[in-house]
């Protein structure tokens, strides 16, 4: 079970408008079982691989229920987002406030197994916090079919380094600064868990997602890089199963990967990872 310490993702959703084809799809791409934890949890959906907590699946129509208008219309897309680990939560929550983010939800308690909250900014786009109480988060990082690199994209990077600095208390270091590719990670006590990528500045360093040329104001976003043994085989597969390559296969100074859509429009990357064992 991964260690997760403050500011590290330590969950992932995915927002989606059938449960059944999302299943259908991850379950063929990843091996992955959706399970359902019933009307009390709003029929939320645990992913899990081989036993071990992979992220979770919601309809979105049910999340944007009673939702003001302008929430709902952001619940109501397809996509993957992030959450990030937290010790307390209520503090993140006025830190938030204070910088002058959107609360969208939270803090909210989820039974015996956390709490949570989602903030929207246009620096960060929609990002969630979790706080352990019984589950500390995913179960698998860094490995195939699991998660293995979170990054947010933004055209708004001096502000999101220091967002994600204030808010999420992240040690946010720039470490590429040139006129084609501007990146920041964050490190914690295990290592490097997640970046900060400047979508205005692309290059031959940039992240897989990122086609050349494509620079410009755009909504921040986060991206899910998911392990497989070969990125080619997989990007074919997500192809079979209705789903888009959006750029790639192609070799990177962080390895072989792609940019994919599955067959609901949602983003996420594929980065070359080992076999689980």
Same mark, same amino acid.
């Given at each position: 079970?991964?260690?997760? &310490?403050?500011?590290?993702?330590? $969950? ?14 991850? +379950?063929?791409?990843? +091996?992955?079982?959706? &399970? ?13 691989? #081989? ?19 302008? /929430? ?8 993957? @987002? ?18 002058? =983010? ?5 803090? /909210? ?5 956390? $709490?949570?909250?989602? !903030?929207?900014?246009?620096?960060? +786009? /929609?990002?969630?916090?979790?706080? *352990?109480?019984?589950?500390?988060? &995913? ?21 999101? %380094? @220091? ?6 208390? $992240? ?7 040139? *006129? ?18 400047? %979508?205005?500045? =692309? ?6 997602? %990122? *086609?050349?040329?494509?620079? +410009?104001?755009?909504?921040?976003? $986060?991206? !899910?890089?998911?392990? &497989?043994?070969?990125?080619? !085989?997989?990007? @074919? ?11 790639? *296969?192609? #070799? ?9 859509? #599955?067959?609901?429009? @949602? ?8 076999? !689980?064992?």
């Amino acid at each position: 079970m991964p260690t997760f &310490t403050t500011g590290d993702p330590c $969950w992932i959703d995915l927002m989606t408008d059938s449960i059944e084809r999302s299943h259908a799809f991850y +379950g063929q791409l990843f +091996g992955w079982t959706f &399970t359902d934890s019933g009307e009390e949890f709003g029929h939320y959906n645990m992913i899990t691989l #081989d036993d071990a907590p992979i992220g979770g699946a919601m309809q979105n129509s049910a999340a944007a229920a009673g939702m003001p208008p302008e /929430m709902a219309d952001i619940a109501l897309g397809n996509y993957w @987002s992030t959450y990030l680990h937290t010790a307390d939560i209520e503090a993140l929550a006025h830190r938030a406030g204070d910088h002058g =983010t959107q609360l969208l939800g939270g803090p /909210m308690q989820v039974g015996e197994l956390g $709490w949570s909250l989602e !903030v929207l900014d246009p620096a960060l +786009g /929609m990002i969630g916090a979790w706080q *352990p109480l019984e589950f500390p988060g &995913t179960g698998l990082l860094a490995a195939a079919s699991a998660p293995c690199w979170f990054e947010l994209h933004t055209s708004h990077f001096p502000e999101t %380094v @220091s967002l994600m600095r204030d808010v999420f208390e $992240w040690d946010a270091t720039v470490t590429a600064d040139t *006129p084609q590719f501007r990146y920041a990670g964050h490190r914690g006590p295990e290592g490097a868990s997640a970046g900060i990528y400047d %979508v205005t500045r =692309t290059g031959p360093d940039a992240p897989g997602d %990122v *086609p050349e040329g494509s620079g +410009g104001p755009a909504p921040a976003r $986060w991206v !899910v890089y998911f392990g &497989t043994p070969d990125v080619d !085989v997989a990007a @074919s597969r997500v192809i079979a199963l209705g789903g888009s390559v959006l750029l790639g *296969p192609h #070799d990177s100074p962080y390895g072989r990967m792609a940019a994919v859509a #599955d067959d609901q429009g @949602s983003t996420f990357s594929l980065v070359q990872a080992d076999a !689980v064992s």
